[in-house]
């Protein structure tokens, strides 16, 4: 219960401040004149204004509100290194312990993590995670927040009006002063670049307390595939590193700086970094052996893909054709094989033989140039006719080594509709072909296929009586195709519905190219908010655990669901923010989950610098916990004061008692109304008016 006087006047108090202001004018002209029964004119006066002011006494019945006491504990990725976790565990439990002795005080704990759910979130967030627990709390009941972190606060308000509270801010710093760590800093580093060509990446050792600056340090390179490389860089300077994009795709580079004698923690010493390799174009050299149906299907496929350089030759007139005519009255380009299979092979990303077959065009050493081209990275894809089974089939020269598939001479001639075999339909030159499902294929019918037996490779698609059709293989560090059929024109024209040409062959031509997407061994993965997806594609009917390594260096085994079309899935909750690496035998990715250089990590020793200015204008102070001359988790004192700005000592901080309350019923008592208000006022007329009037 609390009393009180309140006025409620009779006029709005503009009004009333406006006579009190005629009167004061008037008594002050007569006090000025020395007029007589001033004294009395101005008590009438004064009672005349309190009647009006109409002054009341409010008895107000109150309920008392708890005070509120918010413990936000920084559950960081910075927090977990150098034991602060279990740190901050005991000392959150003990301070809990202690709040709760205090009578009339609630606690409110919060945690705080450096992650979000659709991680945009980059670094510690205390003072954001505070607002969005705190608003339902009014600012009159906070008595205080007392925060447990390293100290590395991306968030800190620039002054206490933008807190939205006044009350003190107290800070817990879990670490030790004087912390060393050393830290591997990628300034700049491309996001794609040309395969074959060397991009820079530039990285900067550096160290938190400076003492070794210009010492140096060994830096390991590794890329994927290939040995690691090293060299020794100095704490400080920024070096470039030259990195070689070597294939199209995600080419993955790790540099990691060596670590340091007792420094907090190895994760930031290590950088992995991926560059998407991109072809610039790709150059196809086809020849065809003689003009036929199916020649122009090859040409308008190839024409159709913008990233192709196509170089096409058809042989016309043969060296054995001889009728007589001139040759000046010819009008035929001579082939000009010296070049293209001798001076500009190694050029050519693909080279095609459509129905080609020995006829003296191409001499035999230059078969060798390409078998050599093949064995060095380079492709050959092989559509064959009846030629294949023939005596001058491309199996009879020394490109044989490498084909596929060998001819037994004999040539099917019937109806068939071509089928997916079994790696078919794993594989992703056609595993995902319009058409292919069911048991009956949609597509259009073949009528030709050569018999060849596999050797030393894969058949995808079979023809009639389940010979191999399609058969792919690969050769030293290259690519070979052997497409056995010419018919495949007749799905170009739309025979019996067609079938789905464009993407078989462009397929089977960028997977002799190694074009990522068309790998039958392929690791990725990829992230959405807080959510790590990997998927893993196998023709192999089972496949290897992944191993998962977070940004913080925890290493996780996880095995992948088997889905459809030899493709294996798994999708994780995790956690932490940065780039997570998974791998599985040879086979390597890494996918970026928030920020990639995530500044949690990028200072991670203890510190008060950031929440300095803002602990001392609010009157709060900086503990630090892991004192080596004391227990690390001595808590200070704490302490209820209901005034005062600086709220903390040495040993103890202070919380501020607010006293808030809820008002429950309020009465109101008139002191200035009825007969008392009227005769004192009458009373005071009458004495002005007796002692004018003598």
């Given amino acids: 219960m609390s009393w009180s006087v309140e006025f409620i006047p009779l006029v709005p108090w503009p009004i009333f401040w406006a006579l009190a202001a005629v009167g004061a004018l008037l008594l002050g002209l007569l006090f000025w004149r020395s007029r007589r029964g001033v004294l009395l004119r101005l008590a009438s006066f004064m009672l005349l204004m309190l009647s009006i002011a109409n002054p009341h006494l409010k008895q107000e019945d109150r309920e008392l509100l708890n005070d509120v006491v918010a413990v936000v504990v920084d559950d960081s990725q910075s927090q977990a290194i150098a034991n602060r976790t279990a740190r901050t565990e005991t000392v959150r439990k003990e301070l809990e312990a202690k709040l709760k002795t205090f009578p009339n005080l609630d606690l409110r704990v919060v945690r705080s993590t450096s992650t979000s759910a659709d991680s945009e979130r980059d670094g510690t967030m205390l003072f954001t995670d505070l607002g969005q627990a705190l608003v339902d709390v009014p600012p009159d009941r906070l008595a205080g927040v007392i925060m447990i972190t390293e100290g590395e606060v991306h968030d800190v308000p620039g002054s206490t009006s933008a807190l939205g509270f006044d009350a003190p801010v107290h800070a817990l710093i879990t670490g030790k002063k004087g912390e060393f760590d050393r830290r591997l800093q990628v300034l700049s580093a491309p996001r794609f670049g040309l395969v074959s060509a060397v991009q820079p990446v530039e990285v900067k050792v550096t160290e938190t307390t400076g003492a070794n600056e210009g010492a140096q340090v060994r830096l390991t390179v590794t890329q994927q595939g290939e040995k690691p490389t090293s060299q020794a860089v100095r704490v400080g300077e920024t070096v470039t ?3 070689a994009i070597n294939h199209a795709g995600p080419n993955i580079v790790e540099i990691e700086a060596e670590p340091a004698e007792g420094e907090l923690t190895t994760v930031n010493n290590r950088a992995v970094l991926t560059v998407e ?10 020849v065809s052996g003689e003009p036929h149906a199916g020649e122009r299907t090859w040409r308008n496929m190839l024409k159709s893909d913008a990233s192709v350089d196509l170089v096409h030759f058809t042989i ?8 007589g005519t001139p040759i000046n009255q010819l009008s035929l380009i001579a082939f000009p094989t010296r070049e293209l299979f001798q001076e500009k092979l190694d050029q050519f990303d693909l080279i095609i033989f459509d129905r080609y077959q020995r006829r003296g065009v191409l001499p035999l050493l230059y078969l060798e140039n390409v078998v050599r081209y093949v064995d060095k990275g380079g492709a050959v894809l092989v559509s064959a006719g009846d030629d294949y089974a023939s005596p ?7 490109l044989g080594q490498i084909l596929p598939a060998v001819p037994n001479g004999r040539v099917t001639e019937q109806p068939f509709k071509p089928k997916l075999s079994e790696l078919g339909t794993k594989h992703p030159v056609t595993s995902d072909l319009p058409g292919a499902g069911g048991d009956e294929p949609s597509w259009g019918r073949w009528f030709r296929v050569v018999d060849a037996e596999p050797r030393e490779a894969e058949v995808l698609m079979r023809g009639a009586n389940d010979k191999p059709l399609l058969v792919i293989g690969k050769r030293g560090e290259g690519r070979v195709a052997l497409l056995l059929s010419d018919h495949a024109w007749l799905w170009a024209r739309g025979y019996e519905g067609g079938g789905p040409y464009t993407d078989l062959l462009r397929r089977t031509a960028h997977w002799l190219m190694k074009e990522p997407d068309l790998e039958e061994e392929t690791l990725r993965a990829s992230s959405r908010g807080q959510t790590l997806t990997i998927e893993r594609r196998s023709i192999a009917d089972k496949i290897e655990p992944v191993t998962v390594t977070h940004p913080s260096g925890k290493e996780e085994t996880v095995t992948l669901d088997q889905g459809e079309r030899g493709t294996w899935r798994k999708v994780l909750n995790v956690t932490e923010q940065g780039v997570y690496r998974v791998a599985s035998g040879k086979l390597a990715s890494v996918a970026t989950v928030g920020n990639a250089n995530a500044r949690e990590l990028a200072g991670v020793t203890a510190t008060d610098a950031a929440l300095g200015p803002i602990l001392e204008e609010t009157g709060g102070g900086a503990f630090w ?5 004391a227990d690390a988790t001595a808590l200070p004192r704490l302490a209820m004061l209901r005034s005062g700005h600086v709220m903390h000592g040495d040993d103890w901080l202070g919380l501020r008692k607010r006293e808030a309350y809820n008002v429950t019923g309020v009465r109101l008592f008139p002191l200035f109304t009825g007969l008392l208000a009227l005769g004192l006022l009458l009373g005071a007329l009458a004495a002005t008016w007796y002692r004018e009037g003598h």
């Fill in 241 to 243: 590193i030259p990195l």
């Fill in 277 to 286: 390799g991109v072809r610039e174009n790709l150059r196809v050299l086809l």
């Fill in 316 to 323: 016309l007139r043969p060296p054995e054709k001889q009728d």
């Fill in 392 to 398: 001058l089939s491309l199996y009879r020269t020394p």
């Fill in 625 to 629: 916990l892991g004192r080596e001359d």
